[in-house]
């Protein structure tokens, strides 16, 4: 199938510049971008004119739980450490691979409304989220999560597995975090790294308390224990990053880590604001995630945007200190990137033809005195006109095209009756 995306305005993402043209699909690949148009040359099977809208890469979640669907609204009143203890670890016991299935279907509904088509998932049951994610035609990347808990003897399992699965589909190692994995099974992990040569995610330095157990345990902050244990020797990153130290900071920038931030869920938590401007600065790479469903309550990478840069502002008390491409840059190509999606990172010959449409007639995107900082600054999932991922339309003015919805809601509803 060979498809003709044109009379638009296009973001690349390679830089902040926006220009007329179109792009050309063939199967699941863009073919072209063009700016001086020879369609007249070319033979299309569908041709779809954009109306002037704007065509730009996808957005990707590079950190989330997305079963956790579950869990929205339900410990609105909880700290961090109280939120997963008393409400969510309980709740998570009772999970099994079926509800697994229709949270995480309802969460990837979420995402594709609001122009997301890649996630950064930790969670339970991957065959669940595997199949719900080539159901819906969304990537899923699973970051894995074991910790002392249980999962150690899987890692290695469902690294080799899911990275065969389906092309939709892949594994990163990774681990819960380092409060809940003891230094013996800290080492497994990277010692598994080591012999697939493969980079490591987990969560980290989200909390103050959590850094200063670390120290108490080991006289040093997670970033540089974990280091020090060869963990990052091959690349990798963490989620939240709230609380850095400058020795954090020059080992991430050292090793090329990837500081995901989870604005929203941070917030919500009180687990601080992640000091966004100071790592932009320090040259640490940066992407951008929602958390779960259960911390946010939300899945929209829109407001995720929107509060990583205004946050710098409060934190630093100073107005207007992060360029906004740079936000929008860590929620598409970061992203991307973070999670060793490299073909999916931006608009050009040979990337996946993953991408989104925004509506540029919509009062809040008018006028277009910089169409970058109105995406950053104003935009939502209602400017989100079409979701195409690997060539595949999921979405399109206001119709899900892979995913029943209203089935998906009735199941969510009956089945969180037996968590809660």
Not at 14 to 36: C, L, P, Q, S, T
Not at 38 to 47: C, M, P, R, V
Not at 335 to 346: H, K, T, V
Request: proline fraction near 3%; include cysteine.
């Amino acid at each position: 199938m060979r498809t003709r995306y044109y009379n638009a305005k296009i973001l690349t993402g390679e830089d902040r510049n926006i220009k007329e043209g179109e792009m050309w699909v063939r199967d699941d690949k863009i073919e072209a971008v063009v700016f001086d148009s020879k369609a007249s040359e070319e033979k299309f099977d569908q041709e779809v004119d954009l109306e002037g809208n704007l065509l730009m890469p996808s957005l990707k979640d590079a950190h989330t739980h997305t079963a956790m669907t579950f869990a929205r609204s339900l410990a609105d009143e909880y700290e961090l450490n109280d939120w997963l203890f008393k409400a969510i670890f309980p709740r998570e016991a009772k999970l099994t691979a079926e509800q697994v299935y229709w949270f995480t279907l309802l969460g990837f509904a979420e995402n594709i409304k609001s122009g997301t088509t890649a996630c950064f998932d930790m969670y339970m049951f991957p065959e669940s989220v595997a199949k719900a994610a080539v159901d819906c035609g969304i990537r899923n990347v699973f970051c894995g999560s074991p910790n002392d808990f249980g999962g150690m003897d899987l890692l290695e399992e469902r690294y080799l597995k899911f990275n065969e699965y389906d092309p939709l589909v892949s594994f990163m190692m990774g681990f819960h975090a380092e409060y809940t994995t003891n230094k013996d099974n800290l080492q497994i992990i990277s010692d598994l790294a080591h012999k697939y040569k493969a980079p490591i995610y987990t969560h980290i330095s989200e909390t103050k308390s959590e850094v200063e157990g670390c120290i108490e345990r080991y006289g040093k902050t997670p970033a540089v224990l974990l280091d020090e244990m060869g963990m990052f020797d091959f690349g990798g990153g963490g989620f939240h990053c709230v609380h850095f130290s400058d020795e954090d900071i020059e080992v991430f920038k050292k090793r090329g880590l990837y500081t995901v931030f989870n604005a929203c869920s941070n917030l919500k938590l009180s687990s601080g604001i992640a000091p966004v401007k100071k790592y932009i600065d320090s040259g640490l790479k940066i992407a951008i995630g929602t958390d779960g469903a259960g911390s946010n309550n939300s899945l929209d990478m829109f407001r995720e945007m929107y509060l990583d840069a205004v946050l710098s502002n409060v934190r630093d008390d100073k107005n207007g200190l992060i360029d906004p491409f740079d936000i929008l840059s860590a929620g598409m190509t970061g992203g991307a990137r973070c999670m060793g999606l490299y073909n999916s990172d931006m608009l050009a010959a040979g990337k996946n033809a993953d991408f989104i449409v925004l509506d540029m007639k919509h009062p809040n995107m008018n006028p277009m005195n910089n169409i970058v900082s109105n995406i950053v600054y104003a935009a939502s999932p209602v400017n989100v006109l079409m979701t195409v991922c690997a060539g595949k339309v999921l979405y399109d003015h206001g119709e899900l095209k892979t995913i029943d919805i209203d089935e998906v809601n009735k199941m969510c509803n009956r089945l969180v009756e037996d968590l809660i």
